[in-house]
């Protein structure tokens, strides 16, 4: 490992199983899977697979909900800006709060919230309340919760297996989430018109109960080095902060996401894209392609992950799959044919997973342990704010420039810029495990 970047060993990890020999044939390609060998892994991995699809359905029945009582999309874009900027304080908090107290009874504590918050969506749906000022409170309340969770679930996961398998364990997370990404819209579809929109809430708070019971059988996840002394507050959300502009690998792997996202996140144009540029298909047909070309991407990249999860230059890795990212964004902004563009999406849907495995693998790796909770907060942060500012930047450039012109645009840059970055701060590229 990179010493200049990397952090010390951490006390009291759970130990995986003895060494093993290396994968031969196929089984290079297929995904690794040896970290849930780990019994406490496996548990923390298990509760995702549910609240990924449960979590899908909420977020299908809230919008769906508000537009039913308002018939308003822009009423649907508020309430998305109501959930989003208290996920945003929460997730920051979140982070330094996970970095001072014992993450196990954190995450009980947030997933008990997010569980009452989906039973009390069930509860104003099953009653008829018809109230969107309910809506975005309860809203507001979950993805708070959710805010103060996500970055103390991932800064948990190296306290649970070995450096060497963070890669595989980060792959095997986001492909369960993409499958979540794809599975749980579809599902949603099919149950509203069968059981209803408040069975899809109540559906979503009964599979948290597992996620409950998971995390309360993981082994205690104490602060290392007496951490626990500190106070969760603004003084140490901006030590945080300090802490990133301080160590190069950390921060370019936080620009390296944030160029990827910003500059060629290309779905506020599918609508239009859907509608003229291959208006030969039929406009939902085509529009539910685009949506999930990229999240099938990435669980067919997390499938055959077995490979690239056993890379020891992570560095490159991400460069090489943010680059990767912005020709495929490219190929699709040129795609007149829609299973072209489909294609190029489903590539980038690859390439996407890949970046994300091995960014979150440096995360995890190049900060201490003290210091986990923050990162993963600001990376939160950052994986939900980024495709929010490129829809404003690609709606921007596709209503001056064409749609197409401004996808393949935003494409390029992001290989420019990438290179760039790469070419200019050669920690990341130095950067190895």
Partial sequence: MDTSESSSTD??????????????????????????????????WSSTIVTAVGSQLTAVAVPKQIYDIT????????????????????????????????????????????????????????????????????????????GLNQPTRSASVARLVPAGELPAANALGTTVMQTGLVAGPLLAGVLIPVIGLPELYLIDALALTFTVWAVFRLPALPPLGGASARRAGVREILAGFRYIAGHKVLLL??????????????????????????????????????????????????????????????????????????????????????????????????????????????????????????????????????????????????SLFGPRAAVAGGGALVVVVMLALAAAMPALRRYRI
Avoid: C
């Fill in 11 to 44: 006390a009291g990890k759970t130990e995986a199983p003895g060494g093993d020999p290396p994968a031969r044939g196929w089984r290079r390609w297929a995904m690794d899977t040896r970290p849930l060998r780990i019994p406490a892994y496996r548990r923390l």
């Fill in 71 to 146: 018939q308003s999309s822009a009423w649907v874009g508020y309430a998305s800006l109501a959930g989003l900027v208290p996920m945003v304080v929460f997730a920051l908090w979140g982070g330094a709060v996970a970095d001072t107290v014992d993450r196990r009874k954190l995450l009980l504590i947030t997933n008990i919230g997010i569980a009452v918050t989906s039973l009390l969506f069930w509860a104003q749906a099953a009653t008829g309340l018809n109230s969107v000022p309910v809506l975005m409170i309860l809203l507001a309340a979950q993805q708070a919760f959710f």
């Fill in 253 to 398: 792997s936080f620009l390296a996401d944030i160029v990827a996202m910003v500059f060629g996140m290309p779905r506020a144009l599918f609508p239009e894209l859907a509608a003229h540029t291959y208006r030969s298909w039929h406009e939902g047909f085509a529009l539910g392609l685009l949506f999930a070309a990229m999240p099938v991407g990435a669980v067919l990249g997390g499938l055959f992950s077995g490979a690239f999860s056993r890379a020891r230059g992570h560095g490159w890795m991400v460069i090489g799959s943010v680059v990767g990212w912005g020709l495929a964004v490219v190929g699709f902004g040129l795609s007149g044919n829609l299973w072209v563009a489909v294609v190029f999406l489903a590539a980038g849907g690859v390439a996407d997973m890949v970046s994300m495995v091995f960014r979150g693998a440096i995360l995890l790796s190049a900060a201490t342990d003290e210091m986990r909770g923050r990162m993963q907060g600001v990376f939160t942060v950052v994986v939900a704010g980024g495709p929010r500012l490129a829809d404003v930047l690609h709606g921007t450039a596709g």
